[in-house]
């Protein structure tokens, strides 16, 4: 496992996993794995100046029960969910930051362009690193009416309303909902 991260963490490891994939020896490590969005991934990072994100990479090739196969430590196989959830996910760059952290939002968008064969501009990484800083700008005390279950309802709902709005909607925009 150790060797295989250290791999994706290569500068471009894409040309080795290629030959891995055509050799047969990638989809004995990991079934189901492919490497068609390895490569683009990697251009995109490297376009924009983003560190290589082993996670990302690692999401990128899919494959089953890959975190068991590899004896992830906890936070790795929660960021690669992550990446991999957000990836595919509706949210905007913002919301993506704020929901799965800086680095896995990163790796999230980068994904998703590579997925979708997108140009990625430097204002969509710079939502996410805004994402990843911003605070949801409702508290339970500014719904004093509420309390309990409806409470947490409330402050859930007003929640997700703002991440769809990539974060946009301010405190009062949200409360007069």
Do not use: Y
């Not at 936070?75 to 896995?104: L, V």
């Not at 500014?142 to 929640?159: F, I, M, N, W």
Request: charged share 20%.
């Amino acid at each position: 496992g150790s060797e295989m991260i250290k791999l994706l963490a290569a500068p471009d490891p894409a040309p080795a996993l290629a030959f891995m994939a055509q050799t047969g020896v990638l989809a004995r490590i990991f079934p189901g794995a492919d490497t068609t969005f390895l490569g683009p991934l990697v251009h995109l990072e490297q376009l924009v100046g983003v560190n290589p994100d082993p996670m990302a990479r690692l999401a990128a090739l899919g494959g089953d029960d890959v975190a068991n196969r590899l004896r992830l430590s906890r936070s790795d196989q929660k960021r690669g969910e992550s990446i991999r959830i957000q990836s595919a996910s509706t949210f905007g760059a913002k919301a993506i930051g704020h929901i799965a952290g800086e680095q896995a939002g990163l790796g999230a968008v980068l994904l998703r362009a590579a997925m979708t064969n997108t140009p990625l501009k430097a204002a969509v990484i710079a939502a996410v690193r805004d994402g990843a800083k911003a605070v949801f700008p409702i508290k339970a005390n500014d719904l004093p009416h509420l309390e309990g279950k409806k409470l947490g309802d409330a402050l859930s709902t007003l929640k997700k309303d703002w991440l769809a709005s990539d974060l946009v909607k301010t405190k009062n925009q949200l409360l007069e909902q």
